[in-house]
């Protein structure tokens, strides 16, 4: 059932399930869908095509969900410098994101996190602009300073070059498409004697839901991250 929304189309799906007369106890009843996203994909100008086409890849969700969906001017985007980030990610399966939102109270600001984080972007704002970057080893240090973050035309910034949080261990939780179609976990923990991760639990565990991660790849890539 094909529908519009302020001239934007979609696609409504029909169910139908079977009932019982017997009596059963309250619950709410959850379909999942695996369907192909077709949304507006951004070129390494920044420039965007505006037929929808299929894409996996996070920088035209994040456009598609941006101007498309909230009206954002592509003028108040980083879609260039998002572009880049998105073809500096190896292998290219690190840079999807493959979900959806169902709860109509999650904000703008939200989602396009949500996004992001599943390729470990970050997205901020500089002024009107929506920026972005990665969290990886950078040859030198990044921080965005605005309006917000000074006052009086001074700043601090204090590092902490040690772990505090007392974690030894992450447990990332990704959806498993192509296995049994559903949840899946990735365990890693800091092997002290050669100061490298590896997979196994740990005694105390960071545990992290990436939403919109369908990839073991992409799941594991987050978890020696953290």
């Not at 997979?199 to 991250?225: F, H, P, V, W």
């Amino acid at each position: 059932v094909v529908y519009s929304i302020n001239g934007v189309g979609g696609t409504a799906i029909r169910v139908n399930s079977s009932a019982t007369e017997q009596a059963t106890s309250g619950s709410e009843m959850k379909f999942n869908c695996m369907a192909q996203r077709k949304v507006i994909t951004v070129n390494a100008d920044g420039s965007i095509n505006t037929s929808p086409s299929a894409s996996r890849r996070i920088v035209d969700s994040v456009a598609h969900h941006l101007i498309i969906d909230a009206g954002v001017s592509a003028s108040k985007i980083d879609l260039a410098g998002l572009y880049a980030i998105q073809q500096s990610i190896s292998p290219s399966e690190l840079g999807y994101f493959d979900g959806s939102f169902d709860d109509a109270d999650i904000s703008l600001g939200d989602r396009i996190k949500a996004m992001c984080n599943a390729g470990r972007m970050i997205v901020n704002r500089e002024g009107t602009k929506w920026v972005f970057s990665r969290d990886e080893s950078k040859p030198y240090p990044v921080v965005t300073f605005d309006c917000r973050t000074l006052a009086d035309g001074d700043y601090t910034l204090s590092i902490s070059p040690s772990q505090n949080d007392g974690y030894d261990s992450v447990e990332v939780e990704w959806y498993d498409m192509d296995g049994e179609n559903s949840k899946s976990y990735v365990r890693v923990r800091w092997n002290q004697s050669t100061d490298q991760p590896e997979i196994g639990y740990g005694a105390n565990t960071m545990k992290i839901q990436l939403t919109g991660c369908t990839s073991y790849a992409q799941a594991l890539d987050r978890a020696e991250l953290e």
